[in-house]
């Protein structure tokens, strides 16, 4: 039997009312693909993540394929990723023709170590996928130092709403990557109930490409500019996400508050059992309380 790390249950019982009238809505309007209720929550979204725009897609995965695609990564291209990570993200570089190339982890974060990604660039090297594991983002800064020329895809599925402190201002997941990807997996911090997913940009180049490649290649009905995929964000999901929005930063606050308190609790235990650590200049979502034994 799989036990959910989330009580959706007793999330649900909380603020079933908000959820089911936004579902309600979407059942009377029978606007199923693409309704109101996706551009709402992408502007939301993008207002969340600091960034000028926001699109929908069908999950997380599809979100770093569409991301990869929208920079045109493909056959013979090696894009340098973690291997500690969930399969998605070095399989979604597979399943675009690309070879993943792994690079070690800072053993204190389990992030990807910024000082190891300059020295696995190749000429064949497109771009830099770091993942904000558990919760706390990766070191963006430093990995875009050690590669200016190189975009950055965050890989930000478990990390929405954290945030970094860089150059002294506060920066959110997917905010100062070249696009950030969400997502909406009911376990994580905002949950669907079902699949969904998001890539945030600053870029409106890439946002026109992400546009049509969720949907077929096409903005115009029937017309279709290159071959894409069938990624839309279902209208159903995203009125329950949107419902859900408003709780987030309480609920972020309430697992960092837990955090705290399991830290206390397990500091008679040090050095045996090792609480997750936390840099200085980030601020966590604790998407998982991961300790080491």
Not at 35 to 46: K, T, Y
Not at 58 to 78: H, K, Y
Not at 102 to 126: E, L, W
Not at 139 to 164: C, K, M, N, T
Request: charged share 15%; proline share 5%.
């Amino acid at each position: 039997m799989a036990v959910p790390l989330l009580d959706l249950r007793a999330q649900h019982a909380a603020i079933k009312d908000d959820v089911v009238r936004a579902m309600m809505d979407v059942v009377d309007a029978q606007t199923f693909i693409l309704g109101e209720p996706v551009g709402r929550f992408e502007c939301a979204l993008a207002g969340l993540s600091h960034t000028k725009f926001a699109v929908g897609c069908a999950s997380g995965t599809d979100a770093l394929v569409l991301a990869l695609r929208a920079l045109d990564i493909g056959r013979g291209d090696e894009v340098i990723t973690t291997p500690f990570t969930f399969f998605a993200t070095a399989g979604t570089i597979h399943n675009v023709g690309a070879t993943p190339v792994f690079v070690d982890i800072d053993p204190i974060s389990f992030n990807i170590d910024p000082a190891h990604v300059a020295a696995a660039i190749t000429p064949r090297t497109r771009a830099i996928i770091p993942v904000d594991l558990f919760g706390q983002m990766a070191s963006i800064a430093r990995i875009g130092a050690a590669a200016p020329h190189l975009p950055v895809i965050e890989d930000a599925a478990q990390s929405i709403g954290a945030r970094q402190s860089i150059d002294g201002e506060w920066r959110m997941a997917g905010e100062a990557a070249t696009m950030g990807t969400l997502s909406f997996f009911p376990s994580k911090n905002l949950g669907g109930y079902g699949d969904g997913g998001m890539v945030v940009t600053q870029d409106q180049h890439l946002y026109a490409r992400l546009m049509r490649l969720r949907t077929h290649g096409s903005v115009k009905t029937y017309f279709h500019e290159e071959v894409g995929y069938n990624s839309r964000l279902d209208t159903l999901q995203a009125a329950v996400l949107h419902a859900k929005l408003p709780h987030l930063t309480q609920w972020s606050a309430q697992r960092r508050a837990h955090a705290a308190y399991y830290t206390a609790a397990f500091d008679a235990l040090r050095p045996q059992v090792q609480p997750p650590v936390i840099a200085p200049e980030n601020e966590s979502i604790f998407n998982q309380y991961t300790i080491r034994a």
